[in-house]
């Protein structure tokens, strides 16, 4: 069974700084595209940043220059750097992964989230 677990949200205060952790587990042959997804309440989930097995990324337009999102292939981990938070990043974050199973088709599979509250 394939698990994405999420870790590292949390309250904190504007301009503070967060790292999300997700980790993949299980039977995985190999991970492809992985990424982070926010949805706030009352609104669409929306793609945050996104990274390619080899590295090259991308980001949504209001986080670029702030968070940073990077992969740890030997760990199935990829991370997101949230810096100068601002109360309009306050959402439950949720990673992704494009990943193939070894005894499944490969598909797209996600965490449970984490909660990130940006607030004073």
């Known amino acids: 069974q394939v698990q994405l677990v999420e870790s590292g949200g949390g309250l904190v205060q504007p301009g503070g700084s967060l790292r999300l952790s997700c980790v993949a587990s299980g039977s995985i042959f190999n991970i492809y595209d992985m990424g982070w997804y926010r949805q706030a309440p009352g609104k669409q989930r929306e793609l945050v940043a996104g990274?390619?097995?080899?590295?090259?990324?991308n980001y949504a337009d209001s986080v670029k220059g702030r968070f940073t999102i990077s992969r740890d292939n030997a760990k199935n981990t990829v991370y997101l750097q949230m810096n100068d938070l601002r109360p309009e990043d306050t959402a439950v974050y949720s990673c992704n992964a494009d990943l193939q199973p070894r005894w499944r088709s490969r598909g797209d599979y996600w965490g449970q989230g984490t909660q990130v509250t940006v607030s004073s």
């Open positions: 990274i390619t097995y080899s590295g090259r990324t």
